[in-house]
């Protein structure tokens, strides 16, 4: 990234310190990749969840701290006495012959927190266990980094990587339940995505040829805390990441647009002065954000009234028509259709005939 660039985002965020990126906020990145608010939030590091919670629209999703802790714990007893729990799942579920298990933990180089030190740490011992010159089996926390909109951001490391024979695996334990050998779909797909944003990362520290598409997903089995592991195939996901990330606009001209001095530090503005700096960067909401922005509540609040804010089919269908008081003026016939609503108008008119003809008196 340009030093002008970052200087300007640094601006942005303020005295706050920043806000890394993990799997799960790429993964949601690239789930709306037309949005240049989220792009410019994300790229400078701000807090949504403190900023949208500033300007009273805060977020209604994550995870509670029971869930956290759960979470914790069943990831520990899954890496326990020497990873003794999932050398037996890995053996069964990839189906290979694994013999001796090294591993490495690399969440700290030597008490010093520096990034890009702990990124080269991570991909040197990658390097070495794919290359066979270590005799390494989990690589575990590695701090990995992805050129997301032209800025380099690093992936805080929720990850384990399995190696055998010269290829990793990425693995994700998550503390959702299998139950008779069922999972709630929408949590398997954002695992899968999350999975797809660290195998991508890989691949591009080590080629193709060296990290599978095969991701292993374990959590607890039925209602017990027993751990069970399936394999996913990630390979549709990838497809998606790579093509949504090479459509996000340059950062670099998104920061261009904003006012000159402009600043979102929540410790030094005022509720309007935090609005009217976010009304510079242009939104896009859509039904989705719900589930994967915290500033979902605010844009949603933005675009109400806008047919935009009905999703990607309804925006689609009802091209060239802006607001649904416009909508519903065209389909009762008291609004005459420019040139660009006409196709929009006409089928507005004829969806309002058929459900007006068998709707009950
Ligand atoms: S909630 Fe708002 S900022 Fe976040 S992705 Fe959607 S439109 Fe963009």
Do not use: W
């Not at 977020?59 to 714990?73: E, L, P």
């Not at 080269?120 to 989990?138: D, K, N, S, Y």
């Not at 609004?335 to 007006?356: C, F, K, W």
């Amino acid at each position: 990234m340009e030093p002008a660039t970052q200087a300007r985002l640094s601006q942005l965020r303020g005295n706050a310190p920043a806000k890394r990126h993990n799997a799960r906020t790429v993964a949601a990145l690239t789930g709306n990749p037309g949005c240049a608010r989220r792009a410019v939030l994300d790229a400078a590091g701000i807090d949504k969840n403190a900023l949208a919670a500033q300007v009273g629209f805060p977020a209604k999703f994550g995870q509670s701290q029971f869930a956290i802790t759960r979470g914790n714990s069943f990831e520990a007893q899954v890496k326990a006495n020497g990873y003794a729990q999932l050398v037996r799942m890995l053996r069964e579920t990839l189906g290979l012959d694994i013999e001796e298990v090294g591993s490495k933990d690399l969440e700290t180089v030597g008490g010093n927190e520096s990034q890009e030190l702990r990124h080269i740490r991570a991909r040197q011992a990658l390097q070495a266990a794919v290359e066979g010159r270590e005799p390494l089996t989990f690589l575990d926390h590695p701090l990995l980094r992805l050129d997301v909109g032209g800025n380099n951001v690093y992936l805080e490391p929720d990850l384990v990587a399995f190696h055998h024979d010269g290829v990793l695996h990425v693995v994700e334990i998550k503390s959702f339940a299998i139950i008779d050998d069922q999972a709630d779909g929408s949590k398997v797909a954002a695992a899968a995505r999350q999975s797809a944003v660290y195998v991508l990362a890989l691949r591009r520290l080590l080629g193709d040829d060296r990290v599978s598409h095969d991701v292993v997903l374990v959590c607890p089995k039925d209602f017990s805390n027993q751990p069970t592991a399936v394999k996913i195939d990630v390979r549709k996901q990838l497809i998606i990441l790579d093509h949504q990330l090479t459509r996000l606009a340059r950062i670099e001209s998104l920061v261009e647009l904003l006012p000159p001095g402009v600043s979102l530090d929540l410790a030094t503005h005022t509720r309007e002065e935090l609005l009217t700096t976010l009304a510079t960067m242009e939104a896009r909401y859509e039904p989705s954000c719900l589930n994967s922005c915290e500033m979902a509540y605010l844009c949603r609040h933005e675009a109400a009234g806008c047919t935009s804010a009905l999703g990607a089919t309804v925006r689609e269908e009802l091209g060239g028509v802006e607001t649904v008081a416009r909508a519903l003026e065209l389909a009762a016939g008291r609004a005459v259709p420019s040139v660009e609503e006409n196709d929009a108008a006409a089928m507005l008119r004829n969806t309002a005939r058929i459900y007006g003809s068998v709707a009950p008196a």
